[in-house]
């Protein structure tokens, strides 16, 4: 008999356009999962009210993440492709989460403090409850390995705790689940101005967009900051250099790599020459993708029938766990 597949979840919110950022932190790991594992892939529409209350562009945005999912190699017959506001359910078990969660630790989610400091006029208590909802999607589905950045890795730590406190006060119910990235270290890419990581709203310029054309791409690339190279022999990289060659590992042969690094070991390094290699890379990479979005995109009625089809997976996993939920919470009166 074949074994069970692991289940896995994960999530993008349909605040803008898929980065880079986006794709080596959890696409790439979503495509090569498909294969091995039971997944549940969504776009995350109501986190997206957390911080987007506007709701007039959130088809358009829905409609783009699951193309550029699809176009990064997400093959909807295989997952469940879908849309988080198509899972009612998720708002029942989120009510329950919301009874084990405590303020204080909420408060104290770097996430949250963030977007407090980023738009203090919308502290929302849905921002204040966002790893509470972002547990119900995965424990949903009773799901075991989260594909995701490592701006999730705090998050996953209380969903772990959310699942612990469920099971230990009803009963064994889910699974704890873990941020997955194959074993090895969760991934933050950064952005291209040295100072943090590539976001789908904030530094737009600094950060390579899966749509951006060939030109956007290079002009990015050599804005990158750098600075006159080191006087000294094998002396440590600037945060901003070292960024720059972890940007290079994602896109550029090994033997391209090993030359620049060899070349900033003995202070000969060229970084209009660097950069201009990493942007043909960046384009050589990113250009079928977006080729790929843009075929996607227009087909309406194609995004429809995904949403549809992974709509009726999601609710058909998310129905029989709440079975589960109720009977463990002793809510089944009749
Ligand atoms: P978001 O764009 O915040 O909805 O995140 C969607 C997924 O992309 C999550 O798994 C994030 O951890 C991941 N992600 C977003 N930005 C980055 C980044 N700069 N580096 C690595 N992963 C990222």
New binding site residues.
């Given amino acids: 008999m074949a074994a069970t597949k692991q289940i896995v979840m994960?999530?993008?919110?349909p605040?803008g356009f898929?980065?880079?950022?986006?794709y080596?932190?959890?696409?790439r790991n979503y495509v090569k999962m498909q294969e091995q594992f039971n997944c549940y892939f969504m776009v995350?529409d109501l986190?997206s009210l957390t911080t987007h209350p506007d709701t007039k562009e959130l088809r358009e945005n829905v409609e783009r993440v699951l193309a550029e999912n699809i176009a990064c190699g997400l093959d909807p017959d295989k997952v469940a492709l879908y849309c988080q506001s198509h899972v009612h359910e998720t708002a029942e078990l989120y009510l329950y989460l919301n009874m084990l969660a405590y303020k204080g630790e909420l408060e104290k989610t770097a996430t949250f403090k963030d977007k407090v400091r980023l738009n203090p006029e919308n502290v929302n208590a849905g921002l204040l409850t966002y790893p509470v909802l972002q547990t119900a999607d995965i424990l949903l589905h009773r799901a075991k390995y989260v594909?995701?950045?490592?701006?999730?890795e705090q998050h996953l730590e209380m969903a772990r705790t959310f699942a612990h406190r469920f099971n230990h006060r009803y009963c064994e119910t889910f699974p704890e689940p873990v941020a997955y990235n194959n074993n090895e270290d969760?991934?933050?890419?950064?952005?291209l101005d040295g100072s943090g990581?590539?976001?789908?709203s904030e530094n737009q310029m600094a950060t390579l967009y899966l749509a951006d054309e060939d030109d956007v791409i290079r002009k990015k690339v050599m804005k990158a900051k750098t600075d006159n190279g080191p006087t000294e022999m094998n002396s440590a990289k600037p945060d901003y250099i070292e960024n720059i060659f972890g940007l290079m590992k994602l896109v550029c042969a090994a033997d391209v790599i090993a030359k620049y690094e060899s070349d900033f070991n003995n202070c000969t390094i060229r970084y209009g020459d660097l950069k201009k290699q990493l942007g043909e890379d960046m384009v050589h990479f990113i250009a079928p993708i977006r080729e790929k979005i843009n075929s996607i995109l227009p087909d309406k009625k194609y995004l429809q029938q995904v949403m549809e089809q992974g709509a009726a997976k999601a609710n058909k996993s998310a129905g029989e766990t709440m079975q589960l939920v109720r009977e463990a919470m002793g809510l089944k009166y009749f």
Avoid: E
Wanted: hydrophobic content about 40%.
């Fill in positions: 994960s999530g993008i919110r605040t898929l980065h880079l950022g986006n080596f932190g959890a696409i995350a986190h594909p995701v950045g490592k701006d999730q969760l991934v933050k890419v950064p952005s990581k590539m976001s789908k």
